[in-house]
């Protein structure tokens, strides 16, 4: 049985894909530094490469087509506070968690931002 979907790897900073055989068939170099995450979903894979190298104002999530070619940079609220965790994509919506805790909801197809939910600071 064939899988529907190529095995996706982080090898060395750079997001590959891998043949039956593990070994490496093509890769995506990163924007900057290094791919550090990525959730593949459907046609779409949504990454997250590490903040060191970034120009400013550019968001650390982006998504890739199948073929590793750039569909959108996130719409992401604050470049201050960058993207730490891709949550999951549900209903087209993306959900991603950023460095000081805040949920930060996309368009799944764009990359528009829809929505914000900052943690409230806790009282002490």
């Known amino acids: ?5 190529p095995a996706l790897a982080i090898i060395d900073g750079t997001l590959c ?3 039956r055989k593990g070994t490496r068939a093509a890769g995506h170099a990163p924007l900057a530094t290094a791919v550090v995450e990525f959730l593949q979903s459907g046609p779409r894979i949504y990454v997250r490469e590490h903040t060191c190298g970034l120009l400013p104002g550019l968001a650390n999530l982006y998504c890739l087509d199948g073929d590793f070619r750039l569909l959108w940079l996130a719409a992401w609220p604050d470049f201050a506070d960058p993207c730490a965790t891709i ?3 549900a209903d087209g919506i993306l959900t991603a968690t950023s460095l000081q805790g805040a949920t930060v909801r996309l368009e799944a197809e764009t990359g528009r931002l829809l929505r914000c939910e900052v943690p409230l600071a806790v009282a002490s």
Request: proline residues 9%.
């Open 1 to 5: 049985m064939t899988s529907p979907t």
């Open 17 to 19: 894909r891998l043949t």
């Open 87 to 89: 949550a999951g994509e």
